[in-house]
């Protein structure tokens, strides 16, 4: 059993999937190193619900506070892939 706990390609990856076709023009939000790049404006763009940059937008459901603190998790984690 592994020891880490969030890894990128079992539950980011998989959780961003849907949203690549409506992000691939910025970046492709299911490559490793691009989100990993990226992944304080990624964090601070699903984090903070009711702003107006909050992704994912209307209509989508936003993210669980459960999703949220997973990403969170894997940038504290040093980025598992
Ligand atoms: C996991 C889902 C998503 C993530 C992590 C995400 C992340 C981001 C980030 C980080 C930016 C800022 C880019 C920059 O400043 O250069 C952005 C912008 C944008 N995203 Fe997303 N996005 C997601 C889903 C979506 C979806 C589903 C849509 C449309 C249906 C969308 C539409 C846009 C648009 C139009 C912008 C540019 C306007 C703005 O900066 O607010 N995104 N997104």
């Known amino acids: 059993m592994s020891t880490q706990s969030v890894s990128f390609q079992n539950d980011i990856m998989p959780l961003f999937n849907q949203y690549k076709a409506n992000m691939i023009w910025r970046f492709d939000i299911t490559n490793y190193e691009v989100v990993?790049?990226?992944?304080q404006m990624i964090y601070?763009?699903?984090s903070n619900q009711g702003d107006s940059g909050y992704m994912p937008p209307p209509p989508f459901d936003p993210f669980t506070p459960q999703q949220i603190a997973m990403f969170k998790a894997w940038m504290d984690e040093g980025f598992p892939p």
């Open 36 to 39: 990993k790049d990226n992944a």
């Open 44 to 46: 601070d763009r699903i």
